[in-house]
């Protein structure tokens, strides 16, 4: 016999529909739960809510093999043969995070076909992937933040034995994997779990209506949640999670579902005997997600840092548009090396208020994931186009080695490392003619607000914007590329064998700068970095004994002074 579930409090009668067999009606508990047992007939199944003949899938569906749509399947974790029985875990503090995208990585865009890959992420040195949503969504391709079911991987990927073969091979090569989930919103096609019960708020955000964490029924709510990420972490064995826009989440109960979640993936962690880090995106530069729970935070290991990025990108490509229009000078970057948020109860002339509170001095780097690109920070641009479209491979050299030697948690985006030429563009492929157009023109609209041609922002839902985001690996075999990647890996060594490089203290960081140059202290390791278009001598706060590594050629050190060539960076021993 096999028992099954729903979740429907406010319903009147609930069948369920195995495929090829007869409805079975369903027995309601007090707790709004309704249960059914039944012989084996079949995996695929769906229920019938009230009178409704409407058979609508599983809100904890663990597989949609065709789509978000259709029946759901049984789906039995036991059976997977794991072959990293051996594998101990990676932890965030001194990790390297690579993210990427699976239906982009690979001309297939499958999990198996990303696995082909991993031996370049291993030579690349980095210790976590850190994969954009996979979980179902309604077409074939989509960024991943539309998803709807929150416990099935997405199908064209590879479903749920396509995820568990990535994760596994990635372990066997050394490599952890993180998975991004998003939790503040459901996906606009195909989101069958708010007919069931009271999942959504009354409240919206700016994807939708919100999540019920603190309504009446939210226990359940919450619950669903929270046994979704145990599910990642536990039966696919991912090693951590980063949550989308965390701030996204209108919670007022005494204990935030963020502090909750931290405290079960604690004891996860604990019974698996393996690190499990959960990783916020937050725009608020709130500390207390990443302040222990024993002093008062919600526990989380980590947080996005966009004021890291936007401190380098300003600074590099000289660009103040909207949100940027706080950074750009070597202040600010220092700003951030030292104390990491730059809005830390600051003004804030895009918000036209002050934001963000200083983090704790004693609070750990690590716990900041920074970047040069995310997914966000190119696809989120008109046009998708990546920092080296714009800047000169030196100074894309320069902006990695600050990235690379930052008390951070550095975090690459996927092609960065060769300096990629293909774009990363918003792309949909939602098959209802109404919700396609409106995508496309709600697209060309917020970039003509911005002074964009509505002509030059691509149709998301045209197939070529797809394609065109596909990395081109063929790449590696021209000279710039390969020279690029060469030079990331150098960097990414450097950084593991020499400890300053790593530490994770930000009150021992020291930076002064001067007219286009920065010099950043890292214990007896300088990192000396030259914006302008000219060569120039800096002086050191020490005497120089070697270069560790420069981003070209022409540099030279006499005793305390360094002569840097344009747009050049140089590591430095003391």
């Known amino acids: 016999m096999t028992e099954f579930s729903v979740w429907a409090p406010d319903a009147t009668r609930v069948r369920l529909r195995l495929t090829g067999d007869t409805d079975h009606e369903m027995r309601a508990a007090a707790d709004g739960w309704w249960r059914v047992e039944t012989p084996d007939a079949g995996l695929d199944y769906s229920f019938l809510l009230n009178d409704d003949e409407t058979p609508l899938p599983d809100p904890r569906s663990p597989w949609q093999p065709a789509g978000v749509h259709g029946p759901s399947r049984r789906y039995d974790h036991s059976a997977f043969q794991w072959s990293d029985s051996s594998w101990t875990g990676r932890q965030l503090p001194g990790s390297i995070l690579y993210e990427l995208h699976i239906g982009t990585f690979t001309p297939d865009g499958t999990f198996d076909a990303a696995i082909d890959r991993l031996d370049h ?5 980095v210790d976590l992937i850190e ?23 997405h199908e064209p990927y590879g479903g749920p034995d396509g995820l568990k073969r990535f994760v596994d091979a990635a372990h066997a090569r050394g490599l952890g994997v993180i998975l991004d989930v998003v939790y503040n919103h459901f996906g606009p096609s195909g989101a069958y779990a708010p007919q069931f019960g009271p999942y959504l708020a009354e409240q919206s955000n700016s994807w939708g209506r919100s999540v019920n964490l603190d309504g009446p029924h939210s226990d359940e709510v919450r619950r669903y949640i929270i046994d979704s990420v145990l599910m990642w972490l536990r039966d696919y064995h991912v090693d951590g999670l980063r949550l989308d826009a965390v701030h996204a989440l209108p919670d007022t109960r005494a204990v935030p579902l963020l502090e909750e979640l931290a405290v ?55 660009e103040r548009q909207g949100y940027y229009g706080d950074f750009g000078s070597l202040e600010t970057l220092s700003d951030v090396l030292t104390g990491g948020f730059f809005h830390a109860g600051t003004w804030s002339s895009f918000r036209n208020r002050h934001h963000g509170r200083p983090l704790d001095s ?11 690109q995310n997914h966000d920070q190119i696809g989120n641009r008109a046009t998708g186009d990546r920092i080296s479209a714009s800047l000169s491979p030196a100074l894309v050299r320069v902006g990695a080695v600050l990235l690379l030697t930052a008390p951070f948690t550095p975090m ?21 003619p109404e919700l396609a157009t409106a995508v496309a023109l709600g697209r060309r609209r917020e970039f003509a607000s911005h002074g964009w041609a509505e002509g030059d922002v691509p149709d998301p839902q045209d197939p070529e914007t797809f394609v065109r985001s596909r990395l081109d690996w063929a790449e590696l075999d021209k000279p710039e590329h390969a020279s690029m990647l060469s030079f990331y890996q150098r960097l990414i060594a450097l950084r593991r064998s020499t400890s300053d490089l790593s530490d994770p203290r930000m ?33 050191l706060p020490g005497v120089a004994r070697r270069v560790l590594l420069a981003t070209g050629e022409g540099v030279t050190v006499m005793r305390d002074r360094i002569q840097l060539p344009a747009e050049t960076a140089a590591i430095v021993a003391l």
Do not use: K
């Open 412 to 432: 690459l985006f996927m092609g960065e490392e060769w300096a990629a030429s293909t774009p990363w563009q918003f792309f949909t492929s939602h098959p209802e």
């Open 131 to 153: 994969l954009l949503p996979v979980n179902a969504f309604n077409g074939e391709h989509n960024w991943g933040y539309d998803g709807v079911c929150w416990y099935a991987p």
């Open 507 to 539: 009150h021992e960081v020291s930076v002064q700068h001067g007219d286009q140059f920065l010099v950043m202290r890292r214990g007896d390791t300088l990192v000396v970095a030259n914006f302008a278009g000219r060569g120039q001598g800096v002086s």
């Open 362 to 372: 004693r609070v750990p780097g690590h716990r900041l994931v920074a970047y040069l």
């Open 264 to 318: 079960a993936v604690e004891s996860l962690s604990t019974h698996l005997g393996r690190p499990l880090s959960l990783i916020a995106e937050s725009d608020l530069n709130d500390p207390r997600l990443i302040t222990p729970r024993e002093a008062g935070g919600f526990g989380l290991h980590a947080q996005w840092n966009d004021d890291a990025h936007h401190a380098l990108h300003t600074l590099l490509t000289g």
């Open 121 to 125: 992420l291993v030579s690349l040195g």
